[in-house]
C-alpha cells in the first residue's frame, strides 16, 4: 500500500509533464532541475511520512528505540571515563561535545540522504529504471524513497548529549562560538551528505558497495566521537584533506574548547566547515552523474 502511494505521489510530480512517461530518460532543464528536485523530494517525503504517522505507537516506539540504541555508544564512554580521568587529555565534557555534535550531524545527514545506500540493489534489480522515466531527479528520488522519520532519535540523542556537554564545560564563551555549534552540525551534516552521494555514485561502478560507503559514514561517526589525539597523523592527514571528516567536527570543536589544532593548522580552519562541506559536493555530484551516465539497464 505505501509503494502505491509512492507511484501516486511521482505521478503527481509528473502530472504537468505527461509527455515525461514515453520511455526514455527525461531531461530536466538546468533551471528547473534544482526545483523539480525539491518538489519531488518534497512529495515523495510528505507520502512517506504520512504512511508512518498512520501507526503512531510504531512511529514513536521505533524512534524510542533508535534513539535508545545509538545512545549505548555514549554510555559505553561514560562507563570508560568511570575508570580514567582523560582520554588523549580530553575530559568526558570535551569528548560529549565531540559525540553530541557528530552523532546529530550524522544523524541528519542519515534522515535526508541514507537511503542512497540501497542504489547498488536498484541497479542489481533492475528497478532504476522506473527512476529514469520520471520527471523527477534521480537522486532526489533515490534519497527520499522510504523515508524513515524514525531516524530524528538519532538526531535528538545527538542533540541532548551536546546540550549536557554545552552545560558541563568550562570555556569561555563568546558570540563566534555560540554560532559555530549550530553551523557545526549542519556544515557536518552537508559533508557527511556529500559522502552519502559520492558513495552512492561509487555503486554504479562496483555493484552493491554500500558497505564501502558505510565505512566512511557511519565508520567516520565512530571516530570522530574520540578526541583526535588518540590517532596517527597518517590518519588525521587523511580525514583533513582527502576526506575531510575532520571538519565535521574535529577542527570546529578544538577552536570551542581552546586546543590546539593537529597538523599544526591555522586558527580560521574551524570555520571552513560550510566552505568545505561546498567543495565536496561539487565532486560527489559530478560523480554521482557520471555514473548515472555510465548506467546500463538490466533489460528484466
Known sequence: MAEAEAVEAVEAVGAAHPSAWSGGPVEVPVRNRAAEGLRGYGLIVAMWVRSTMTYRTSFLLSTVGNAAITLLDFVAIWIMFSHVEALGGFTLPEIALLYGSSSASLGLADLLLGNTDRIGVRIRDGSLDTMLVRPVPVLAQVAADRFALRRVGRIGQGLAVLGWAVSELDVGWTA?????LPVMVVAGAAVFGAVMVA?????????DAAEVQNSFTYGGNTMLQYPPTVFAKDLLRGVTFIVPLAFVNWLPA????????????PGWVAFLSPLVAVLVFVPASL?????????????S
Open 254 to 265: 578544538l577552536y570551542v574548547l581552546g586546543r590546539p589544532y593537529p597538523l599544526e593548522l
Open 287 to 299: 560523480a554521482w552523474r557520471a555514473g548515472l551516465r555510465s548506467y546500463r539497464s538490466t533489460g
Open 199 to 207: 558513495g552512492a555514485a561509487f555503486q554504479f561502478v562496483a555493484g
Open 176 to 180: 563566534g562560538k555560540v554560532l559555530l
